[in-house]
């Protein structure tokens, strides 16, 4: 028996009944609980513990000091990409991009299977993804091996944004660039419909601020968003007031104000019409044009409180939403692959792909008068 088979009886418990607390007319969140830490999960808890959460915390204390931010993403190249998928860059209007190719690429069929497009124009689904970092650090190098993993279980290629970051940019300058890999997507003959909008942490608050842009430029919605422990309120008094702000095993409380200070102190050097403008946040935008959402985070974490007020959000909003909630995981687990957990939550984001193109097959073979 396996370490992960001894140490771990993962369970999933679903309430596909959750609804907001308030409001008319809502679409239910399907919350799924997966219950069962392996030996693994819990030794990366450890490890956080004792050496990241205290050098964030550090951080939190002289975040306004010249940080050498740069050599997160140069320690990244020591992570290979997995399998065979391949690597190309992209050079956008403002940032450099990378293409992953999946090294199993697939598209479900006219009976709903699987199987292997002969060319590259017949795929059906293409991943945007917006690698996280506290909008400061990674890159494609760190996020690579993620990315390549998540090429090679959707059987989706995977455009990775390396987006303008703080302290030179304002994040607005980073949803920009997410806009901007989502036209090169449709210019590259990809439908809106086939493109789905995934990013981990401070990548997932990104996810949904560019498909908030994409409404305001009049641009077509993507087929769906995946987010990954995503941050969606720069406000940090409902995580400070969560449990979780002591019990987070990568960030400690003062983290999360400084990132919010900091974020404030760089959109202030913009200025726009001789005023800074307004701080938005997606947990307090319009989400009624949102496309249906993947949200997956651990039971722990600083952000948890921040994924249950948007699942809430986006249900009042009537837009379908999948709450994921693995209990005792830390921030961003899918990235260590060497979790078991990681490799299940990869595949539920296969699951949620493979949901979304065969629900859009079904909608377009129902014709008027049939």
């Known amino acids: ?37 392996s030996v693994q999960g ?24 010249p940080w050498p931010t740069g050599l997160v993403d140069q320690a990244g190249r ?3 990409p997995v399998g065979t998928t391949r690597c190309t860059p992209v050079k956008l209007d403002n940032c450099r991009a990378e293409w992953v190719h999946s090294d199993r690429p697939r598209r479900l069929g006219p009976t709903g299977r699987s199987e292997t497009p002969r060319r590259r124009a017949d795929r059906d689904r293409v991943i945007l993804y917006l690698h996280g970092g506290a909008f400061v650090v990674c890159g494609l190098n760190s996020h690579r091996r993620l990315t390549s993993r998540i090429a090679h279980t959707t059987g989706a290629d995977v455009l990775s944004i390396d987006y303008r970051m703080m302290p030179r940019n304002p994040i607005s300058h980073a949803v920009e660039d997410g806009v ?33 842009a994409l409404t305001s430029l009049g641009l077509p919605q993507a087929g769906g968003i995946i987010a990954l422990s995503p941050l969606t309120d720069l406000d940090p008094s409902r995580k400070m007031a969560h449990p979780n702000a002591a019990r987070c095993p990568v960030f400690p ?8 200070a900091l974020a404030d102190s760089v959109e202030a050097r913009i200025v726009v019409e001789g005023k800074r403008g307004p701080r938005v946040c997606p947990v307090n935008a319009d989400l009624s044009d949102m496309p249906p959402v993947l949200l997956q985070v651990g039971s722990n974490e600083m952000v948890y409180a921040d994924s249950e ?8 909003a009537g837009v379908d939403c999948r709450l994921q909630v693995w209990e005792n995981q830390v921030h961003v687990f899918q990235a260590a692959d060497f979790v078991p957990e990681s490799g299940r939550a990869i595949r539920e984001i ?21």
């Open 1 to 37: 028996m396996s370490i992960a088979s001894a140490e771990m009886t993962t369970s999933l418990r679903r309430n596909a009944g959750r609804a907001a607390s308030h409001g008319y007319g809502v679409t239910p969140v399907d919350r799924q609980d997966f219950v069962g830490t």
């Open 42 to 65: 819990r030794a990366l808890a450890t490890y956080l513990r004792t050496t990241v959460r205290p050098f964030l915390g550090l951080w939190a204390h002289t975040h306004s000091l």
């Open 78 to 80: 020591l992570l290979p």
């Open 180 to 212: 901007d890999g989502y036209r090169y997507l449709l210019d590259s003959g990809y439908l809106p419909e086939q493109i789905f909008i995934a990013g981990d942490s401070a990548g997932g608050y990104l996810s949904f601020m560019v498909s908030l």
């Open 253 to 260: 409380a003062g983290a999360v104000p400084a990132l919010t």
């Open 309 to 316: 007020l948007m699942a809430d959000r986006l249900a009042e």
């Open 350 to 370: 296969a699951a949620f792909v493979d949901e979304r193109v065969a629900s859009r097959g079904r909608t377009s073979a129902i014709r008027p008068g049939a």
